[in-house]
């Protein structure tokens, strides 16, 4: 057992260390049925004494006893509210039936689905998790499970270098999307290399004119939110006539067999 203080007064190094053996302790599945956003968060509110280590079922029974040896807390039998230990599981694509609407992807935590707008959409087996997450997104239910464990279930349908390349697949596809939110939201803070500051009268000009500018849009309020609402009702569209295309070519499928 890791002798540290499990507060969250402790000094920042020993809580991170304390952090990190939790979270190298956790399945890496980033499925958030432990009640956070990913398998660090959770390891953090367990540090913190914010969470119970009885939470992950992806880790199983055996996940809570490492979790335990590891805060020196009992091994609590698995919380049924945040599911049960099944077997390990990847997802498969009816390719029949993918209409190539990209929500699979975007739900993606480790980037496990490669495919494209209004394309074919297939899973990478080695890199898929079994999270789930990619299931209540899918609008023509056309991804299924596949048992890929047998009858092995938390731990022992899990190795620990499947877990680190979870954790490694995660940590890009994070980083890959605080980098396309950087690139398109700038900071409003930042100048030009060399561009001085401007000075307080030119700050009282520029407060002016954006008030100006907030009372003039505020004026078109109406009509920005018809035109916001006009492409998400334009995609709902496509997905139907997607979806009907589809289901038109199966059916023409099964009268020519």
């Known amino acids: 057992m890791i002798d540290i203080p499990k507060t969250s007064d402790q000094p920042a190094s020993a809580l991170a260390v304390f952090i990190g053996a939790i979270d190298a302790a956790l399945p890496q599945t980033q499925c958030t049925r432990c009640g956070y956003p990913d398998c660090r968060h959770y390891a953090q509110a367990i540090a913190q004494g914010e969470a119970a280590i009885n939470q992950c079922p992806p880790g199983g029974q055996e996940g809570v006893a490492r979790l335990a040896a590891i805060t020196g807390q009992p091994a609590l039998p698995l919380n049924p509210d945040n599911g049960l230990e099944a077997v390990r ?31 074919m959409h297939t899973v990478i087996a080695e890199a898929c998790t079994g999270c789930e997450l990619c299931l209540p997104v899918c609008p ?23 877990a680190d390349e979870a954790r490694l697949r ?68 496509a997905i139907l006539a997607a979806i009907l295309t589809k289901a038109k070519q199966q ?4 009268h020519s067999s």
């Open 89 to 119: 599981v990847v997802a498969h694509i009816d390719e029949n039936w993918c209409i190539g609407c990209t929500l699979c992807i975007k739900a993606c935590p480790t980037d496990a689905i490669l495919g494209a707008n209004k394309r």
């Open 140 to 162: 023509v239910d056309c991804i299924e499970l596949d048992n890929a464990s047998g009858e092995a279930t938390g731990w022992a349908a899990w190795s620990p270098a499947q």
């Open 170 to 237: 995660y940590h890009r596809h994070q980083q890959r999307l605080h980098g396309a939110n950087r690139t398109q939201v700038p900071s409003p803070t930042a100048s030009p290399a060399g561009t001085p500051h401007a000075a307080p009268a030119a700050l009282s000009a520029q407060a002016a004119q954006a008030a100006a500018v907030s009372a003039a849009a505020s004026q078109n309020t109406a009509a920005s939110k018809a035109n916001l609402a006009a492409p998400a009702a334009a995609d709902k569209k």
């Open 251 to 254: 059916q023409g499928g099964n």
